[in-house]
């Protein structure tokens, strides 16, 4: 396999895009996390306040109902729409159409939500963020990828990637396994590990950011923010994936010196994702 594109800070630097001084929530795009079920309501907070924390204008988040009074009480700037159901989400119904779209941490596998998953993908026509238990759904229904809107990102950790591709025997043939699944799906593939690599056909990115602090529950959850976000604010997935990555990335770096590789929590990542965009000099002094 050739070598990977390396996703530095000079490749960054084409693609962020500072925020207009004219700017207003209205122009910094409306974001959706369809996300949480009872006992993983964490997730849903993770995703959405990363997503916010990424700049984009509004936030509106899809859950069931026991994740309400949560949403509402920790993260006040966030939007709350629920689901019909107490405990797991059995009709996704939006209020709005929003640009972007991010879905699945914590939502479960119940039969009801996958049901509501299938009647998503077969009516959205949104920028798309698929993760977690949504990966884990489509896994056992990969037809299912035929419905999603082309460059639809898809973030599998190593579990999730071999559920959807299946096993391998090497790291060459876990990137070809990827790569053709990135071909006949039209998705691209963010490869979370150590490093992170992105996947979008034939074309293979590497992470230059991020370390062994990112290894901690719910870091995935506030990288799907991220990406969520970024697609909301206009971003294109291709270049949506790997700001993402590298900010996500960047602030484990950062922050490592005060917390080493053991007290990271993927609180950490959202604390320090304004230290992150800094690093990439957009603001005056």
Not at 67 to 77: A, K, M, N, R, T
Not at 211 to 218: I, V
Request: aromatic share 8%.
């Amino acid at each position: 396999m050739k070598s990977p594109y390396l996703i530095t800070k000079e490749e960054i630097l084409k693609i962020y895009k500072p925020v207009n001084p004219q700017a207003h929530k209205g122009t910094q795009g409306h974001a959706v996390i369809i996300a949480g079920s009872y006992g993983k309501v964490g997730a849903a907070v993770l995703a959405s306040k990363s997503c916010l924390k990424s700049g984009c204008g509004l936030v509106t988040t899809f859950i069931p109902k026991c994740g309400y009074q949560i949403l509402q009480i920790s993260i006040p700037e966030v939007m709350t729409v629920t689901d019909e159901n107490t405990n797991f989400i059995t009709n996704i119904h939006l209020p709005l159409t929003p640009q972007a779209i991010g879905i699945g941490p914590g939502i479960g596998k119940e039969l009801g939500t996958q049901k509501a998953l299938f009647e998503f993908l077969r009516i959205n026509k949104v920028p798309l963020v698929l993760d977690a238990d949504a990966l884990n759904i489509i896994s056992e229904n990969l037809s299912w990828l035929e419905l999603i809107p082309e460059d639809t990102i898809l973030t599998p950790h190593p579990k999730e990637l071999e559920r959807l591709i299946g096993k391998w025997n090497s790291e060459s043939e876990k990137f070809q396994k990827t790569i053709v699944f990135s071909e006949k799906y039209k998705v691209i593939v963010v490869m979370k590990g150590a490093p992170t690599f992105i996947i979008n056909r034939t074309s293979v990115y590497e992470n230059t950011t991020g370390n062994a602090a990112l290894a901690t529950a719910g870091s995935g959850d506030t990288l799907t923010g991220i990406l969520t976000s970024l697609l909301a604010q206009g971003y294109e997935s291709k270049y949506a994936s790997k700001l993402g990555v590298y900010l996500h990335g960047l602030t484990a770096d950062l922050a490592l010196t005060k917390t080493g590789y053991e007290s990271f929590t993927a609180s950490t990542i959202i604390k320090y994702l304004g230290k992150a965009f800094l690093e990439l000099g957009n603001v005056p002094i």
